[in-house]
């Protein structure tokens, strides 16, 4: 099954040093962030019947589902084997969700999920289960989803380019206003008892 799934990927390996590229990382990184809030939101819904999981934004996005499939496309070429991607596709998520729970327990004292009870764990941080549901995720993404992504991008083109720096500049003042508001709850006593939710 996997050997079929990677016979039909397709590709994107851009130049990341002009702005047309930047724009267009930019454009990758907002809808995987935006689709993964959707993600992370519905399976709290499935999980315990409230929509809405505490986020570390201020905005509806998850930025471990930007940077993931933005790294796994500049990654990828044509040219790569079968079981690397496969590898990539295990690799790279598994590495972002470690580094991204670490820092932020480290940060914040905060843990913002926790896989302790879940078997092959790491940490807390990251578990076998749900790397292998990132992997095949992430496989469906490099066949089917991103296809489409690039194809979206090429039709809405000619207005991104009028409004991304925008939306990058939102990333980093929504960024800069949850570090200080996270950075103040770490402060506050009552508010700094390594909450997990």
Known sequence: MIINLLNGIEFQN????????????????????FLGWLLENSYNFLTKREF??????FGPFKPMYGITPVLLVYLISPETNGG???FLCFFIPTLVEYVTGALLQKLFNRKWWDYTDTPLQLHGHICLPFSLSWMVLSLLCIKW?????VSTYGAVEPFWAWVW???GLYFLADLVLAIRKHTLQELMPEKANNQIQ
Do not use: R
Request: no cysteine.
């Open 14 to 33: 851009p130049d990341l040093f002009n702005l047309e590229e930047a724009a267009a990382l930019i454009f990758y990184f907002t809808v995987y962030s």
């Open 52 to 57: 809405f999981k505490p986020n570390f934004l």
């Open 84 to 86: 690397v991607v496969i």
């Open 145 to 149: 989803i991103h296809p489409v992504i």
């Open 165 to 167: 720096s925008a939306i």
